[in-house]
């Protein structure tokens, strides 16, 4: 029974994210019912319901027939899965709500950013300072551990921006200062110890997904896309990270 209660808030949560995640690049209110994200009509209560509204619907909205973004399933279901996955980890604690919000946070900018290229620094860096304060309750986080990460992140993708700016100037740089201030965040939400593991998953899934890119412009597919959303692969790899490790793991800076 826990296990179906913690399912149905993880769909609760995802579409609370999804909301986030649609309103906020449109600069809405987060009040208000639901409505189709293509022509504005209010949707009706089953087309609201997280994940089977878009199920129901076939992939197309009812209201005027066009295709919906696949983006809004998938977050219900990596959400739910997340949530589910953390809690057997912690069950009801205080490290349950950190990875969770943390996990929040990775999975709406990594949303954001796959869509709209997208990355805000306001609500960013606010979660970067949030995850700071949060690592004095977190048992399996320090205060040391978190400030360190952010150094040494801050550090590096000042580095790749810089890189990026030099080897890319006469177009746009395909890394961007959303992603400097977005590594910071991964290093001060999982600490020192944890940072490089966290970013060799997001650098690995963005080189396999770079080199099929390559491979379908060779191939002569016009349509394929010239940079790729480098934030979301970093938010994708840390979320598998946490959820694979966790936030504990050997910790010189408790």
């Not at 999975?107 to 620094?121: E, K, M, N, S, V």
């Not at 970013?199 to 597919?221: C, D, E, P, Q």
Request: hydrophobic share 55%.
């Amino acid at each position: 029974m826990d296990i179906v209660l913690v399912a149905l808030t993880g769909l609760l949560l995802g579409a609370g994210l999804n909301l986030i995640i649609i309103r906020l690049p449109r600069e809405q209110g987060f009040g208000g019912w639901p409505r189709c994200t293509r022509c504005g009509q209010r949707l009706a209560w089953w087309q609201a319901l997280p994940l089977l509204g878009w199920v129901i619907q076939g992939g197309r909205a009812r209201c005027c027939g066009r295709r919906l973004d696949g983006v809004y399933p998938i977050v219900d279901l990596i959400t739910t899965a997340t949530l589910l996955l953390l809690y057997l980890r912690y069950h009801v604690s205080i490290s349950l709500v950190y990875a969770a919000v943390v996990a929040a946070v990775l999975i709406i900018t990594g949303a954001i950013d796959w869509q709209h290229r997208l990355i805000y620094t306001l609500p960013t860096l606010g979660a970067t300072l949030a995850s700071v304060v949060a690592s004095f309750a977190v048992p399996s986080h320090s205060l040391l551990n978190a400030l360190a990460g952010l150094f040494v992140a801050g550090v590096l993708f000042v580095i790749f921006y810089v890189l990026a700016k030099i080897l890319f100037p006469s177009h746009r740089a395909p890394f961007g200062l959303g992603d400097v201030y977005l590594g910071m965040f991964i290093g001060a939400a999982l600490g020192l110890t944890n940072l490089p593991g966290a970013l060799l998953y997001g650098m690995l899934l963005a080189g396999v997904f770079s080199a099929i890119l390559v491979v379908l412009r060779r191939a002569g597919k016009r349509d394929t896309p010239q940079y790729i959303s480098y934030g979301t692969f970093l938010c994708i790899g840390a979320l598998i990270y946490l959820l694979i490790w966790g936030l504990a793991g050997p910790r010189p800076f408790s």
